[in-house]
């Protein structure tokens, strides 16, 4: 295992006995309502990927800068001061620490596009230090995570925003409008699929990490782990401890989706999923150093109405089989008249689709990061297209399609099948799953193996497993100090 460097343990240890000196501290930006005039100063954290998007946007947003480049990873520095100074007229200042930034007086939000684990302890630290938040998807590693930031957006008075951009579509918010209008009878099955080219990553091995980053700072709340370049600086998504795998990764958006569009829906009455990790490696039984799968299939129940969501990654180019299948990101929405897929109506026994149903809708003002900034300066919560409770339901669902996983058994794909829900999508998008396996990777089913995972009732309002102590373990983690998600925030 790599170890801490002497010097790192005790520049960690001096962070970590200051590490709540930002708390409630009463900054400018606690309650004040910022005028249309004012200059709204931004602080970016995780600056590699998503983060440049995050620095493009806000500098070229009027009265909007950005005064903190946020990030383990002091290489990044260069280049990202550069972007700002080129974008937005100003050089900001770089810190590997959010706990520096979140000390500055000045400093009005952070948004945050750092990995999975840590979103939702900045969200909180940020937000008990008087910031807004603009956190990209999922707002939480797990279920207890989300919960701890509504609270702690709601105890603060803050402006929590999520990364889940499908909120500020007027195409995907018709779409809701429709199905919720009664026109087309009940919504039977809310579909989404997030199936993204996701195929091996390889081994790397184990070594130091380089001497620029600040590898305790980048670990965070996951447990110590041994440093590999499958880490840092994106294949995080697909390990336990840092990611959620793909169905939180690209997935977030199109659960967020499908939930979006069940009315009233929040949690699940139970959840069931299955699967694997399957990649065009042969000489390691089909296997890479990855721990989440990358082919899903994931069902959850919502009274009457069943939400079903398929990741396939073996797609975008022929594997060793040969044979190759398309990516597909979108929403399907079944309802008792028919479909409603691509924006239109599919009526049942009807060849030609139909415009929908118009409906009013309501909507705030913006895209996402414009929307972001109005309501920092209007304080109204209401007005936000994907506000912390969304995040934290939508997010949810991730989760607990992976636990169900996560607590699954090594079964054939014939005892898969008849595992999961007796349902007809369900069967075809199974049976898509296995062609496709079969199909890129050239190999007999027969001798490869799955997971399937139990079918688990859950209770929405208590947003805990049903006399499962087992699952319940799996909606939170055990944090390593001092950067452990308060259950009091």
């Known amino acids: ?20 000196s930002f708390a409630i501290s009463g900054t400018r930006s606690s309650g004040q309502i910022i005028g249309a005039n004012e200059t709204i100063n931004i602080g970016v954290a995780g600056i590699r990927g998503r983060g440049s998007s995050h620095i493009d946007a806000f500098c070229a947003m009027p009265n909007v800068r950005v005064t903190y480049l946020i990030d383990p990873d002091s290489r990044l520095f260069a280049g990202r001061i550069k972007q700002v100074e080129t974008r937005g007229g100003n050089t900001p200042k770089c810190v590997q620490d959010v706990r520096k930034a979140l000390d500055d007086k000045d400093l009005h939000a952070i948004s945050i596009a750092t990995c999975n684990h840590w979103h939702s302890l900045m969200t909180i630290w940020a937000c008990q230090a008087g910031k807004d938040v603009y956190v990209e998807k999922p707002c939480s590693h797990n279920v207890f995570e989300g919960r701890k930031c509504v609270e702690a957006a709601r105890k603060y008075g803050r402006i929590v925003q999520h990364g889940t951009q499908s909120r500020a579509s007027a195409g995907w918010a018709r779409q809701v409008a429709a199905i919720a209008s009664g026109k087309y009878g009940k919504l039977l099955v809310s579909k989404g699929y997030a199936s993204k080219p996701r195929w091996t990553i390889g081994f790397k091995p184990v070594k ?30 697909w390990f336990w401890p840092t990611g959620n795998g793909e169905i939180g990764n690209q997935g977030v958006h199109q659960m967020d989706i499908a939930r979006w569009a069940i009315p009233g829906a929040t949690l699940p009455d139970w959840v069931i999923s299955a699967g694997g990790r399957f990649v065009d490696e042969p000489q390691h039984n089909w296997k890479d150093q990855g721990e989440t799968p990358n082919m899903q299939i994931t069902v959850m129940g919502f009274g009457d109405t069943i939400l079903l969501f398929e990741v396939r990654g073996l797609v975008g180019k022929a594997g060793p089989g040969g044979k190759k299948f398309d990516p597909i990101v979108d929403n399907e929405f079944y309802l008792e008249e028919g479909v409603i897929r691509n924006g239109k109506f599919y009526p049942k026994g009807k ?125 939170t983690r055990d944090y390593r100090p001092p950067f452990v998600v308060p259950e009091n925030v």
């Open 1 to 20: 295992m790599a170890r801490l460097s002497r010097r790192t343990f005790i520049k960690s240890s001096a962070l970590a006995s200051t590490a709540f």
């Open 208 to 237: 130091d990490p380089p001497p620029e980053l600040d590898y305790n700072l980048w670990l965070g709340p996951a447990p110590q782990l041994p440093y590999h370049e499958n880490l840092v600086h994106y294949n995080w998504h």
């Open 351 to 475: 060849d030609q689709p139909e415009d929908l149903v118009k409906v009013d809708i309501k909507m705030g003002p913006g895209g996402q990061f414009e929307n972001f900034i109005a309501c920092m300066r209007s304080r109204k919560v209401e007005e936000l297209h994907a506000d912390i409770e969304v995040a934290h339901y939508s997010s949810a669902l991730c989760h607990l399609g992976n636990i169900s996983y996560r607590l699954g058994k090594e079964v054939s794909f014939a005892e898969a099948a008849k595992g999961l829900p007796d349902h007809e999508l369900v069967a075809a998008a199974w049976k898509m799953l296995e062609e496709n396996i079969q199909g890129a990777l050239g190999v007999e089913l027969t001798k490869l193996t799955c997971i399937l995972g139990p079918k688990l009732a859950f209770d929405p309002k208590k947003e805990k497993f049903v006399n499962n102590p087992e699952a319940d373990k799996l909606l």
